[in-house]
């Protein structure tokens, strides 16, 4: 299915994911389990989805004092990182639709 996907994703959205892994459907559902055993307010499966959770955690309930603790020393941080990532991601954006762009001028 994902090879399928891969044939009509469009180029910007290939650039943007390729840095990401693929996550089995056993994996992801083992997680899920857990955190709900758990009781866990936030589930995720990945660094990149901690960093998420305590990006957003907000008023969330919070998971224990270190938790806490990493959200609010994490949050400014992972503010920088996101901004860096928001920034990234446009730059490639512009890139892909000047490429497009251009490539159509050309056909003309």
């Known amino acids: 299915m994902f090879e399928e996907e891969n044939k009509i994703k469009p180029i910007e959205t290939k650039l943007l994911s390729e840095?990401?892994?693929?996550?089995?459907?056993?994996?992801?559902?083992?997680?899920?389990?857990?955190?709900?055993?758990?009781?866990?307010?936030?589930i995720y499966h990945s660094l990149e989805g901690r960093a998420v959770a305590i990006s957003t955690a907000g008023m969330s309930p919070s998971e224990g004092v270190l938790n806490t603790v990493l959200e609010a020393v994490g949050l400014p941080?992972?503010?920088?990182?996101?901004?860096?990532?928001?920034?990234?991601f446009g730059r490639i954006i512009r890139k892909t639709a000047a490429q497009k762009s251009a490539g159509g001028r050309k056909q003309k």
């Open 77 to 88: 941080i992972l503010r920088l990182v996101g901004v860096f990532t928001q920034w990234n």
């Open 19 to 42: 840095g990401g892994g693929v996550l089995s459907a056993a994996a992801v559902a083992d997680t899920l389990v857990d955190g709900i055993i758990h009781h866990r307010y936030h």
